[in-house]
């Protein structure tokens, strides 16, 4: 009997696993985030940008930062950012992109090295492109909106443009970067 009631539990865990991986497949915000997720966490998962306001006469103006992504669980993908100075590496950030089954929806959260935190949603209108909308808290209480538009460019560069508001509500161009995929084993 208990050999029976185990085997029964593993068909229907099993069916309910296919039901949920049929209703992400038929969702379009789900499809593209996946797409997307695979994109950015291929290879070596990591892409730099050179800062443009990188200063040479200061040690601790990094040279580029880098966005390292891993995709550790089909519904969740990491990202680290970290600051190139010289031959050191330094976390800047570190978060998460993380669907929620029942908003349908990508969840983004992070947390940075000043002990700030943002957390807001990302959405993925097309397979080459998506939108991170977040709410940042500073630990002086502080607070402010913020939102990356992110592009595919090629197989191996994609850009993103920063967005705040102004003090009307409205947004406005921040700055904007051009990340180059590092190669495997980089």
């Not at 593209?32 to 892409?47: P, R």
């Given at each position: ?54 200063d040479p006469s ?63 949603i990302s959405t ?48 406005i161009e921040r ?12």
């Amino acid at each position: 009997m208990k050999l029976f009631s185990f085997s029964l539990a593993l068909v229907l865990f099993f069916q309910s696993e296919a039901q949920n991986a049929k209703s992400f497949v038929e969702d379009p915000e789900w499809r593209n985030f996946e797409i997307m997720a695979e994109y950015l966490s291929d290879g070596s998962g990591k892409w730099t940008g050179l800062n443009k306001n990188h200063d040479p006469s200061n040690d601790s103006s990094p040279e580029a930062f880098g966005l390292w992504f891993e995709r550790p669980m089909p519904t969740l993908m990491t990202l680290r950012i970290v600051a190139y100075m010289g031959d050191t590496v330094r976390v800047s950030s570190q978060g998460v992109f993380s669907w929620h089954p029942i908003e349908k929806q990508v969840i983004h959260v992070m947390s940075d090295v000043g002990n700030g935190y943002s957390d807001g949603i990302s959405t993925f209108p097309n397979e080459t492109s998506f939108i991170s909308t977040m709410k940042v808290f500073r630990p002086d209480g502080a607070t402010y909106d913020h939102r990356d538009e992110n592009f595919i460019v090629s197989e191996n560069v994609h850009r993103n443009t920063s967005f705040g508001k102004d003090e009307q509500g409205n947004w406005i161009e921040r700055g904007n970067w051009t990340w180059t995929r590092d190669p495997e084993g980089g």
